[in-house]
């Protein structure tokens, strides 16, 4: 299961958009009067199922449309199936670097970023190992013009060096943001640390290094390569019309490109020696855990590790959790198993002022290990399963939520597995593997899985140098 | 624009739009059309409002119930018993030696709460299959909080408190609602102080839960997968309230002239908040203000600062904040932290002020305001704690739950002439607080 790591960008994104308000309140006082009309584009108001619309173009392109009322908001997201290093030597951050290009490219008049903004929607860029998200949340009645907008801009981009250049800067930016975050510092040292090779080994942002030798060129041709109808999808979760979003991206759908293959991100020869960062620390120390887990293709063995990381990591009610919060309630713990082709990853961080790495680590290696070193009983077996589901069915109560998981699961190979796949009855493939599950199985992946060896990465506290270079 | 259901529920429903609106009807013009799930209302005989919006997307129920004790009504020299005593009810033990928080963990679920200006908001969020039990735990435990945790809740309460008076972002919204609220509890600290809070006694807690025990200003509003037979479930659970009306909430004195204050905390960089009057959410006034948060640029939601029970203080907020669940609201801008040139930064906004409360501002930029102000308000409901949250304070408008609909048309129906109506009318008189950086020589 994917959970989302956005909230600590929300700050900054605010103070962006307070600057650039203040910034157009200041000069556009003495600019002409315009007639300019307001929003009136209706939505429909056509009855629709609340199934989804499950749709295969003949160019390869997916679209997934489903209905949801709760809120008159609708989510449409592409995702785009493809490497966060690029195809070829690993360029870090090239991935990246294009999917801010596509959002900033003008072509002749306002950029992506601007007409969501001009029209009171979010637009939100997300880049994972294998795959890119471009994602507008937006009130339902703008969801056609800015479905139209979308496909036009992402589905084939055409990049020029101003949009380029705008991205380079704004990805610049977040590789000096990321750094202040020491769960996301600790999440890709990890995975590096897994990972001799592939996309799963470099962090999506990059380095400034690769960054300043990538040209428009490379973000073109990368463009050129991923970005083809095979190895995308639509997905309109909300207050929409299915069958209009059908014939809009029909309208506009670009032709088939050659498919690519996903590049294989091999397993590194690892041990549980703490692996220290060399890198100055932020004023936090932090320790990550990791262990590889099974692929997508194993459905049930990956809901069983779902289940596992939710009984482990939940957020407040995870048995480490309680333990490493209960240690220091101001430490910063997350964890999730991270569903992916092959293999997938289950992984905590722990981070905070106060936290000594090495000790936390310890804890957390024995709360883990105590809590799988016996089968669950029946009873509590049941009632976590209960509270799992509901964790999974609260975080799908928005149309992103919804929608993120259809884009997750496309992009990993496996999109009737999505958990958003089903309907109030939990009918579809995810819940139906959760309903399979039982004590004995579930201990039975513990043991395979999380009784090995974890690997494991230590974020000193204090601005210290491991390397003994200072 | 659909129409709202014909529910499950008859009730008094539409008190609606025909009856005394605050604000004018909405145009219907070219306006977009738009409208939250249909949602029914009912009064209860005691004056409860069970309000229900349901959807049928995923089989989870949100509840906010808000009971009429907040910020306003806590007595000056109980500052903090809100939040004590919203805190004892999540601990109080309802299914054997389980807390109310905990039952609904175990299930997968949460309850919350949250200190408004007048009221306390309990959220509950689970699976539609535990609704019932979980609904009628909270019920209790609303009446009657745990009081032998009070000693543990005091001391938590006194920590939370020492560590928000740290917070320079809450130093300066605490200062500017001293002076804006001065003569009403909304004037204290939200988490109270480590005084007030160290002498607070269960006599106290049982005075507060006795202030806001009434049918007349609660209010139930239901979210999700809700069925007839939940609704009903709710509305007996509240049935037995007694129908009687809480004490008026106390006004706070009128700000007759500018303020500046100024503390000092530990932080690297200055911040500001400059603060004007605002009208309330049911104001008629409303709607402009909310098209010049949009072109003052929002820093976030009317959520933004509220003291909760599962939600950290913030750390870095620029821009305008509207709070406009109290009567008169508030219109901040926060200025500062990472931001070099604060000076330019305040210079600016008096600018922008002023030109608000000219006749320069252009169409375009009204257009793009009011798109931003409609962006907003439809993007921050999204979840089933802020949609329940936004079905009940529509619920006890005057005009029902059509409220929530009404909102945005009236937005588009904004003209230049009520923006600088508006900023003429209430962005004077500012309070300013200013935190310093504590160092010594700056």
């Known amino acids: 299961m994917r959970r989302f790591f956005q909230r600590a960008h929300a700050a900054r994104r605010l103070r962006c958009g307070f600057i650039v308000s203040m910034v157009v309140l200041m000069l556009a006082w003495t600019g002409p009067a315009s007639a300019r009309q307001d929003p009136a584009s209706p939505a429909s108001d056509t009855a629709l199922a609340t199934q989804p619309s499950l749709t295969q173009f003949p160019d390869g392109l997916t679209l997934v449309a489903r209905r949801a009322t709760a809120s008159p908001t609708a989510a449409i997201e592409i995702w785009i199936r493809c490497p966060a290093s690029g195809y070829g030597a690993p360029r870090p951050g090239l991935a990246r670097l294009t999917a801010l290009a596509v959002v900033d490219e003008k072509a002749g008049g306002p950029s992506l970023r601007e007409q969501a903004r001009m029209a009171g929607a979010q637009i939100a860029v997300s880049v994972y190992h294998e795959s890119t998200e471009i994602a507008l949340l937006t009130p339902a009645y703008l969801s056609p013009a800015l479905l139209d907008t979308l496909v036009s801009r992402a589905l084939r981009p055409h990049l020029d060096q101003a949009a380029f250049e705008s991205a380079r800067q704004r990805l610049a930016a977040q590789q000096v943001a990321s750094m202040d975050m020491p769960d996301q510092v600790l999440r890709d040292s990890l995975f590096a640390q897994l990972f001799a090779s592939g996309p799963l080994h470099d962090s999506s942002f990059g380095d400034p290094k690769t960054l300043t030798g990538l040209t428009l060129d490379d973000i073109s041709a990368f463009a050129a390569r991923a970005y083809v109808p095979g190895q995308e999808i639509v997905v309109t979760v909300g207050d929409v019309d299915a069958s209009d979003v059908s014939k809009r991206i029909a309208a506009v759908a670009p032709g088939a490109g050659p498919l690519q293959v996903m590049p294989e991100s091999s397993i590194a020869p690892y041990s549980d020696t703490p692996i220290s960062l060399t890198r100055e620390s932020l004023n936090a120390g932090g320790v990550a855990i990791g262990w590889v887990g099974p692929p997508i293709a194993d459905e049930r063995a990956a809901t069983a590790m779902d289940f596992l990381s939710d009984y482990l990591a939940h957020p407040s009610e995870g048995v480490v959790t309680k333990v490493v919060l209960g240690a220091d309630a101001s430490t910063m713990f997350t964890g999730q198993f991270v569903t992916l082709r092959k293999p997938g990853v289950f992984y905590v961080t722990a981070s905070g002022a106060k936290l000594d790495p090495m000790l936390t680590s310890t804890l957390i290696r024995d709360a883990v290990r105590a809590a799988v070193r016996q089968q669950l009983s029946k009873d509590e077996f049941e009632r976590a399963r209960a509270a799992f589901i509901t964790h999974l069915l609260r975080d799908m109560q928005t149309s992103q939520g919804l929608a993120d998981n259809y884009g997750w699961y496309f992009a990993q190979g496996a999109l009737p597995y999505s958990p958003s796949a089903t309907d109030a009855s939990l009918s579809g493939e995810y819940f139906k593997q959760v309903a399979s599950l039982s004590p004995d199985y579930v201990f039975s992946i513990a043991r395979r899985y999380l009784q090995v060896a974890p690997a494991v990465i230590i974020l000193p506290r204090g601005a210290v140098h491991i390397s003994g270079t200072r | ?442």
């Open chain 2, 1 to 442: 624009m659909k129409h709202r259901g014909a529910g499950v529920l008859c009730a008094s429903a539409a008190l609606a739009s025909m009856l005394l609106a605050a604000a004018p009807a909405p145009t219907k013009s070219s306006l977009p059309a738009m409208s939250f799930a249909a949602a029914t209302q009912m009064k209860l005989a005691n004056g409860v409002i069970i309000a229900s919006q349901p959807s049928a997307d995923v089989p989870v129920v949100g509840v906010q119930v808000f009971v009429p004790g907040g910020l306003v009504q806590q007595p000056g020299n109980k500052a903090g018993i809100a939040s004590v005593t919203a805190a004892l009810v999540l601990q109080t033990k309802v299914e054997g030696s389980t807390t109310l928080s905990q039952a609904a963990a175990l299930a997968g679920g949460s309850v919350s709460f949250t200190l408004d200006p007048l009221d306390t908001r309990y959220y509950l969020e689970c699976h539609e299959a535990d609704f019932a039990r979980l609904f009628h735990d909270l019920r209790v435990a609303l009446g009657h909080p745990d009081v032998s945790q009070l000693a543990a809740q005091r001391t938590q309460a006194i920590a939370n408190a020492n560590a928000l008076t740290e917070n320079p972002l809450e130093a300066a919204y605490a200062m500017v609602r001293q002076v804006r609220y001065r003569g009403t509890g909304f004037a204290l600290p939200d988490q109270g102080s480590s005084v007030t809070i160290a002498g607070l006694s269960g006599a106290d807690v049982a005075a507060f839960v006795a202030s806001y025990t009434h049918g007349a200003g609660t209010i139930v509003a239901l979210e999700g997968a809700v069925t007839q037979p939940l609704t009903a479930a709710a509305a007996h659970e509240f049935e037995s309230l007694p129908a009687s009306t809480p004490a008026p909430a106390p006004t706070p004195n009128a700000v007759v002239r500018l303020h500046q204050i100024v503390a000092h905390r530990n932080v690297p960089a200055p911040w500001v908040a400059v603060a004007y009057e605002a009208p309330g959410q049911y104001s008629s006034d409303f709607a402009p203000m909310l098209v010049i948060e949009a072109l003052l640029g929002s820093g976030g939601d009317v959520h933004s600062f509220n003291y909760t029970s599962n939600e950290l203080a913030p750390q870095d907020f620029v821009g305008a904040y509207y709070q406009y669940e109290v009567s008169p609201g508030s219109m901040i801008v926060f200025l500062g932290g990472a931001n070099e040139n604060l000076d330019q930064s305040v210079r600016d906004l008096e600018t922008g002020i002023a030109r608000l409360r000219g006749d320069k501002i252009t169409a375009t930029l009204i257009s793009e305001a009011k798109k931003t102000a409609l962006g907003d308000y439809f993007l921050s409901v999204t979840r089933f704690d802020d949609l329940a949250w936004l079905l009940g304070r529509s619920a006890a408008s005057q005009e029902g739950v059509a409220f929530e609909n009404n909102v945005p048309q009236r937005i588009m129906s904004v003209k230049a002439a009520d923006i600088q109506r508006v900023a003429r009318r209430y962005l004077t008189k500012e309070t300013i607080a200013i935190v310093l950086p504590a160092s010594a020589g700056r």
